[in-house]
């Protein structure tokens, strides 16, 4: 996720460095290094956290020195909680997002939360890296944030699952594998396109003026979700992902 918010970060101003030890390349104009020993005493105006929430407490007190006096900390992580990354990091400077994946196209949706040490110059800056990359909302505090992961974080695996699901059930109908996932794909980049376009109809209305009374759309939406098996299950998807960002506060 680093790499991909780092293809837009990089259209602005700042210089960056990546320390990763596993990376083969980055992208022109960015240094990286495979060892944090490289940056030695280094400081940098920011630290990102692009990292698994897991490593945080063994990788991060390494860079707390790293952090120039009036910088900050930046955590795309899932779940921690600013108080962890505090404990790790040694500042209560931190700011926390939760980026999506389609901010490898630019297309992200994001939330951002701060923690009270945080300046308006801090979070003005941070608000300007997660524009670059597609939207993004402010949340007042980090439980909105661990909900905001839930809907957006996870929200491209649920769509992609959805899709494959979709693509396979054509298939199964006897559309040629390539040409479903064509139809597929432009099916549902065209409908939310016009329902992004639509902003003044519900989601119920725009469903209702694709569905003619004893057609065939209402035919297959009872079959999909005439039981409320698929509302029922969204709900779950959303609440065991929230349920798992609180696990990893
Ligand atoms: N994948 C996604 O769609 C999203 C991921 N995130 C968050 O982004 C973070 C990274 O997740 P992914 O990009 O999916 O994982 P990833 O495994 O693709 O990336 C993690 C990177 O950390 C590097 N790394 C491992 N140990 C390191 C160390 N000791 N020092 C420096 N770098 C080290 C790895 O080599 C790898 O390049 C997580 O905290 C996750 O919660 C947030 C939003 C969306
Ligand atoms: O699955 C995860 O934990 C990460 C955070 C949100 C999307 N991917």
């Known amino acids: 996720m680093g790499s991909a918010l780092l293809e837009y970060w990089k259209k602005g101003d700042e210089d960056f460095t990546i320390v990763d030890p596993a990376m083969e390349e980055a992208p022109d104009g960015v240094r990286l290094f495979a060892d944090r020993d ?7 105006d920011v630290v990102i956290l692009a990292i698994k929430p897991q ?16 910088g900050y900390v930046l955590s795309i992580a899932a779940g921690a909680s600013i108080r962890t990354i505090s404990n790790a990091t040694g500042t209560e400077r931190i700011i926390r ?3 999506n994946l389609p901010a490898a196209i630019g297309k992200g949706a994001s939330g951002l939360t701060s923690a009270d040490a945080i300046t308006v110059r801090h979070k003005a800056h941070a608000l300007d890296l997660m524009s670059r990359t597609g939207g993004v909302v402010t949340v007042a505090d980090e439980d909105a944030l ?3 992961t839930a809907v957006a974080g996870s929200g491209p ?11 396979d059930a054509a298939s199964q109908l006897g559309i040629r594998t390539e040409d479903a996932r064509k139809l597929v794909l432009q099916t549902m980049a065209g409908t939310i396109a016009l329902a992004l376009d639509r902003g003044d109809q ?3 209305e725009l469903r209702d003026d694709v569905t003619s009374k004893g057609g065939t759309t209402a035919a297959g939406l009872k079959a999909l979700n ?4 698929v509302s029922r299950a ?4 959303l609440a065991a992902a929230y349920g798992r960002a609180v696990q990893l506060r």
């Not at 063994?58 to 009036?70: I, K, Q, S, T």
């Not at 695996?157 to 693509?167: D, I, L, N, S, T």
């Open 97 to 99: 997002v939760m980026p």
């Open 202 to 204: 519900s989601l119920a």
């Open 146 to 148: 661990d909900r905001v």
């Open 38 to 44: 490289a940056i030695a005493d280094e400081t940098f």
């Open 157 to 167: 695996g649920y769509v992609f699952e959805f899709a494959r699901a979709y693509v």
């Open 226 to 229: 005439g039981s409320g098996a």
């Open 55 to 70: 490593l945080i407490h063994c990788v991060m007190p390494d860079y707390a020195a790293n952090l120039a006096e009036d």
């Open 234 to 237: 969204v709900e779950d998807c």
